[in-house]
């Protein structure tokens, strides 16, 4: 069982940056894919991006490709989501998850055993 816990979310105003953590409660943190996924009101949940076990390897949505920025720290239990040039179309729950079984990451959530409790961020335009 592994418990993810959110952090960092706000209100700020397009343009600008937030760094959301997703601290997990795991001394075998490195085995886990790490995804990131975001639910607006009345939408679908939906991926942002993910993170290999090692970190080499990294995948975003088209959405947020080249503004979001996904790094982990093994040592440190600790996933991060660097999001610059925000829009308003950001604005939604955003939600760590971890991936154990499967050999890489995943786009899909269904693929994602652990979720934290989610954070929310909300850009004004």
């Known amino acids: 069982q592994v418990q993810l816990v959110e952090s960092g979310g706000g209100l700020v105003q397009a343009g600008d940056s937030l760094r959301l953590s997703c601290a997990a409660s795991?001394?075998?943190?490195?085995?886990?894919?790490m995804g990131w996924f975001r639910q607006a009101p009345g939408k679908e949940r939906e991926f942002v991006g993910a993170i290999s076990r090692s970190g080499g390897s990294t995948d975003y949505a088209d959405s947020v490709k080249g503004r979001f920025t996904i790094s982990r720290d093994n040592a440190k239990n600790t996933v991060w989501l660097q999001m610059n040039s925000l829009k308003p179309e950001d604005t939604a729950v955003y939600y760590c998850a971890a991936r154990l079984w499967g050999g890489s990451t995943s786009r899909k959530a269904p693929d994602y055993a652990y979720w934290g409790q989610g954070t929310q961020v909300t850009v004004s335009s």
């Open positions: 795991t001394h075998t943190f490195s085995i886990y894919n």
